[in-house]
């Protein structure tokens, strides 16, 4: 059987799409190989929302044909994922021995395509085009591909982006918002929920515009579909929510809220504008739903946001910001943030830094701008000189840092639940949780510990991580 290696740049969605080709191809026999020299198949699933992620991939790609060129083994190759939508054919001009170049609408089709390429059947393919339907492709998991049950999975529930953010590659790499039926996605959540999972995070690049384009046939049953994992659960209908007002997204949460046996939801990415009143109050409505949001701010500059086409303004973000801290005390927020946009001046970074003072964010991501083709902001003027991009991210990481390491050590001596993941990566005698405002605790654990609920009293921190011991709480 062949084997295939599977490397993956870029989000959570990225990580989601890659796993779900990866149990694909373990569904039609492949195996799943440890590292690429080992492998029959190597994919690298892309990113290219800034250019040193294209670089990096292509620099890989580069790295393993010439391994596999001096070492006269012959391996197929493929490029998937957004640098395969927005660069295509290119790729292969670029590095000829690539076989397979693979879009975002795709997926899907991985198998099909290596057991063409395989059997020699087909020379070279590119598949960038759009596919009706793709957005509800990405739905199988691969739970037991470690032979242990997973706590967290990640659900796709929607693709493509039509914010049109200035300096966004996005709705170029992903397409238009599509998004899958509220009774497919509850069926895949279902189904994890009975095979062990309990904690569920929902993805999509803009989750808080979840079916705003399909309206009302976000309820429709596909034909398709798999039955409930449970017969006797009451068959979901809309009329048996109590808010018909609130959004698809809010919708969504609340019908993921009813499964038995999921104790945690979560979503990633959202937009701050998609806070509407509805999904504010869900924080304080429904209590599996972690207090933890990701608010993607960009920029403190209402100048600068206007410039990235954000829709909102700094005092709107803050007003945000506010209203989930009164709807749930505690909740982590987090943020990404660009520094060296297109004629950000030492004033406009101030209002960055004094926004992240009066917020306190729990981390924050910070990139430096980085110019996408065919993107609005990478034709402005005043672009911003690399060393000054640089100045301003150390600056900004200082000050995020600070912040963050006050916010994690106030943690010290408080007691906190946990839902254990499974053993470290870095040390398998710790095993490792997070809390519901999404931190990770590290403890001396065990495997009866994994999929568990725990208390834990947090007794020192490190870098973006509290050390807990669970049995001062339990004596
Ligand atoms: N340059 C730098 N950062 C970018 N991001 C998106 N596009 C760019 C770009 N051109 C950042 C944004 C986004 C995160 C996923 O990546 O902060 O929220």
């Known amino acids: 059987m062949p084997s295939v290696f599977i490397k993956t740049y870029g989000?959570?969605?990225?990580?989601?799409?890659s796993e779900a080709v990866a149990a694909q191809l373990v569904a039609k026999g492949y195996v799943l190989a440890k590292s690429e020299a080992a492998a029959d198949v190597v994919l690298l699933n892309t990113c290219s929302v800034r250019d040193f992620a294209e670089q990096k991939a292509i620099n890989k790609m580069g790295n393993i044909l010439g391994t596999a060129r001096s070492e006269q083994r012959t391996q197929i190759t493929g490029f998937m994922g957004c640098m395969a939508q927005s660069?295509?054919?290119?790729?292969i001009d670029?590095?000829?021995?690539?076989?397979?170049?693979?879009?975002?609408?795709?997926?899907?089709?991985?198998?099909?395509?290596?057991?063409?390429?395989?059997?020699?059947?087909?020379?070279?393919?590119?598949?960038v085009e759009a596919e009706a339907k793709s957005e509800a492709t990405i739905r199988e998991h691969l739970l037991n591909g470690s032979a242990k049950t997973s706590v967290s999975a990640f659900v796709s529930i929607?693709?493509?982006c039509n914010q049109h953010c200035t300096f966004c590659i996005v709705p170029a790499t992903r397409g238009e918002e599509r998004s899958r039926t509220i009774p497919d996605i509850v069926a895949e959540c279902r189904e994890l929920a009975a095979r062990g999972v309990r904690e569920i995070t929902l993805l999509g690049q803009i989750v808080t515009s979840y079916g705003r384009r399909e309206q009302r046939d976000i309820w429709q049953v596909t034909s398709d579909m798999k039955q409930p994992a449970e017969p006797h659960e009451t068959p979901l209908c809309h009329s048996s929510l109590s808010t018909l007002h609130s959004s698809p997204f809010v919708q969504l949460l609340e019908a993921v809220h009813e499964i038995d046996g999921l104790e945690r939801i979560r979503f990633t990415s959202p937009h701050p504008k998609g806070y509407g009143d509805d999904l504010v109050a869900a924080y304080a409505r429904l209590p599996k739903l972690c207090e933890s949001a990701h608010l993607p701010l960009q920029s403190g500059s209402d100048r600068l946001l206007k410039l990235m086409h954000r829709g909102y303004t700094r005092e709107k973000f803050l007003g945000l910001t506010r209203k989930?801290?009164?709807?749930?005390p505690g909740?982590?927020?987090?943020?990404?943030?660009?520094?060296?946009?297109?004629?950000?001046?030492?004033?406009?970074?101030?209002?960055?830094?004094?926004?992240?003072?009066?917020?306190?964010?729990?981390?924050?991501?910070?990139?430096?701008?980085?110019?996408?083709?065919?993107?609005?902001?990478?034709?402005?003027?005043?672009q911003v000189p690399v060393a000054v991009r640089e100045e301003r991210n150390h600056r900004l990481l200082d000050l995020v840092n600070d912040i963050a390491a006050r916010k994690y050590d106030a943690f010290i001596g408080r007691q906190v639940q946990i839902l254990v993941e499974g053993p470290s990566r870095k040390n398998a005698a710790r095993y490792t949780g997070r809390t519901r405002c999404n931190k990770i605790v590290l403890f001396d654990g065990g495997e009866r510990h994994r999929g568990q609920l725990m208390d834990v009293k947090i007794e020192r921190t490190g870098s973006f991580t509290l050390y807990g011991d669970p049995a001062i709480v339990n004596v």
Do not use: W
């Open 87 to 91: 660069r295509g054919r290119e790729l």
């Open 94 to 127: 670029r590095l000829p021995d690539v076989d397979l170049v693979l879009g975002t609408q795709k997926f899907h089709r991985a198998a099909e395509y290596l057991d063409e390429l395989l059997a020699g059947k087909r020379d070279k393919i590119v598949d």
């Open 331 to 382: 909740i982590g927020l987090t943020t990404d943030i660009i520094v060296g946009f297109p004629g950000e001046t030492e004033e406009d970074f101030e209002q960055t830094l004094s926004l992240c003072r009066e917020v306190e964010f729990d981390n924050a991501y910070i990139f430096k701008y980085s110019p996408r083709r065919d993107t609005p902001a990478a034709a402005m003027p005043d």
């Open 158 to 160: 929607m693709q493509g």
């Open 11 to 17: 989000c959570q969605m990225n990580e989601r799409d």
């Open 324 to 328: 989930l801290r009164r709807a749930r």
